[in-house]
């Protein structure tokens, strides 16, 4: 039996398997707000960049997902967060995403973040958006036709929000 997964502070060795989560999901195009095309090195300096607290989840040597916290905002308004998620695909359906987000709101908070933000949460995702919903972010507000999905054309994002 697998044991229960873990999730830390992820380390510059760890990026060969982060990385092996996150081109399948850039390169899909479906979800995040980055060129689907992004070299190897620029999506390991966004991900990884100095500013970002980024984790990995991994259980028996797999790694299960990852994630980052950063502040969203600067200045006057750098106690507002955001997070990115990418759950690994033989992943999916285990409640690592859910495990991620219980962990950055409990890291944000210990931050001393007072609230998260998601800036580009494509209307199509709905898992996403459910899970999100479901631990209490609100949609603050709808970009209307702001994704250009690879299959359904122009789609609608959201701008959600929770107070920590």
């Known amino acids: 039996m697998p044991s229960d997964p873990i999730i830390r502070p992820a380390a510059p060795a760890d990026w060969s398997a982060i990385w092996g989560m996150l081109r399948p999901v850039f390169r899909a195009g479906e979800t995040y707000a980055i060129d689907p095309a992004i070299s190897e090195a620029d999506a390991r300096a966004y991900w990884m960049a100095s500013a970002r607290q980024t984790f990995l989840v991994e259980a028996d040597g797999e790694a299960l997902g990852t994630y980052y ?40 908070k210990a931050s001393g973040f007072r609230a998260m933000q ?46 920590l």
């Open 69 to 108: 916290l950063v502040a969203n905002f600067a200045g006057n308004a750098d106690h507002i967060c955001n997070c990115g998620y990418v759950t690994a695909a033989a992943a999916q359906g285990r409640g690592v995403a859910r495990a991620m987000l219980t962990h950055s709101l409990e890291a944000a």
């Open 118 to 163: 998601y800036n580009c949460v494509v209307a199509s995702n709905t898992r996403a958006v459910g899970l999100w919903q479901a631990h209490g972010f609100e949609i603050v507000g709808t970009l209307p036709e702001a994704f250009r999905h690879p299959a359904q054309g122009f789609v609608d994002a959201y701008v959600m929000m929770k107070r």
